[in-house]
């Protein structure tokens, strides 16, 4: 993956849960969690050695509880940065992942800082961002306030498309049409983000 981010795809950066396999939901005790997590810890650091000799960085991104049992917040993804120590090492967040395991989404965002290397714009539904529940502006007002310059991204998933669909629980349509929801996400996204802006 790595090689084809550097080589192939030239993206300066590889996100997602690359510590575990998705749906890997065990209730562990407390060594077998540590184990889980050294490993996770060894992996990553042999990946973030690789990338960083092709000047690649990688977003390591917390999945709420009914997706993996090991990185479920900003800050235990934050622990799991630390241990691997190293400097392109970094985090996505995903405020649907955010909203169902944060207190405060934007705290969350202002404690992960310098260290947010992709933001996922994802409505608690999955759906349109903005046709939603969350608190947008203070989103957008705490990515500013940390200097967060990196891609913003509207994660949506469709139900037309079965194999994902199924992967992340899509069972009915969450917009009129992709392109309405990447529309209309979009022009929200912008508006809240402008305002956001120093002068805005």
Do not use: C
């Amino acid at each position: 993956m790595l090689r084809a981010a550097s080589t192939q795809l030239e993206s300066p950066f590889v996100s997602g849960p690359m510590y575990a396999a998705v749906g890997n939901t065990v209730l562990l005790d407390e060594r077998a969690r540590r184990e889980q997590w050294e490993r996770a810890v060894a992996s990553l650091k042999r990946a973030a050695s690789y990338a960083a000799e092709r000047a690649v960085k990688l977003a390591i991104e917390p999945l709420n509880r009914f997706e993996t049992d090991l990185v479920n917040t900003v800050d235990q993804g934050l622990k799991l940065v630390e241990d691997v120590g190293s400097d392109n090492v970094g985090l996505l967040l995903d405020t649907f992942h955010m909203n169902i395991e944060e207190k405060d989404i934007p705290a969350a965002i202002r404690r992960a800082a310098w260290r947010i290397v992709e933001f996922h714009a994802s409505s608690n539904d999955r759906g349109t961002p903005g046709d939603d529940h969350l608190p947008w502006r203070d989103i957008a007002t705490a990515l500013s306030e940390v200097g967060f310059e990196g891609p913003v991204v509207i994660e949506a998933f469709t139900p037309e498309i079965k194999e994902i669909a199924k992967a992340v629980s899509i069972w009915r349509p969450l917009a009129k049409s992709q392109d309405a929801l990447a529309a209309d996400g979009l022009k929200h996204l912008r508006t809240v983000f402008a305002s956001a802006s120093p002068g805005g």
